[in-house]
């Protein structure tokens, strides 16, 4: 019984224990139409709850990239806007959340990951 109970709190959280690691936490849950999955800058991932297995991975490949480009500096964002800073030494791009749409293959921190992982997830 209390084997039980251990192995489902995960599934009771909505963490995908799989696909999560020790220090970025994957959470399911029912996300808006036609993503799959988004990183926050809390260092954690939601993916969409209904994705097949092999999705599911794809997208949290992709957003543990994400969480990368995070904790290298390269990307961070709040709730006005989207910096990008792709080199120690160069300068900050400020992206507006208001002109851009958040995963649009062409914004360069997703152009950069595309380019490396070769898999699409949205
Ligand atoms: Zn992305």
Request: net charge positive; aromatic share 10%; glycine share 4%.
């Amino acid at each position: 019984m209390a084997f039980t109970m251990r192995s489902n709190i995960p599934k009771l959280l909505g963490i995908n224990a799989e696909l999560s690691t020790y220090s970025v936490p994957v959470f399911e849950k029912d996300l808006p139409n036609g993503i799959w999955g988004a990183a926050n800058i809390d260092r954690t991932i939601v993916i969409e709850k209904d994705l097949k297995p092999k999705d599911k991975k794809s997208a949290v490949e992709h957003e543990m990239m994400h969480i990368m480009q995070f904790k290298n500096g390269s990307v961070r964002y709040d709730n006005k806007n989207v910096y990008y800073k792709p080199n120690k030494g160069s300068a900050t791009e400020i992206f507006p959340l208001t002109s851009i749409r958040p995963g649009n293959h062409k914004l360069p921190w997703e152009k950069s990951i595309y380019d490396k992982t070769k898999t699409y997830a949205k």
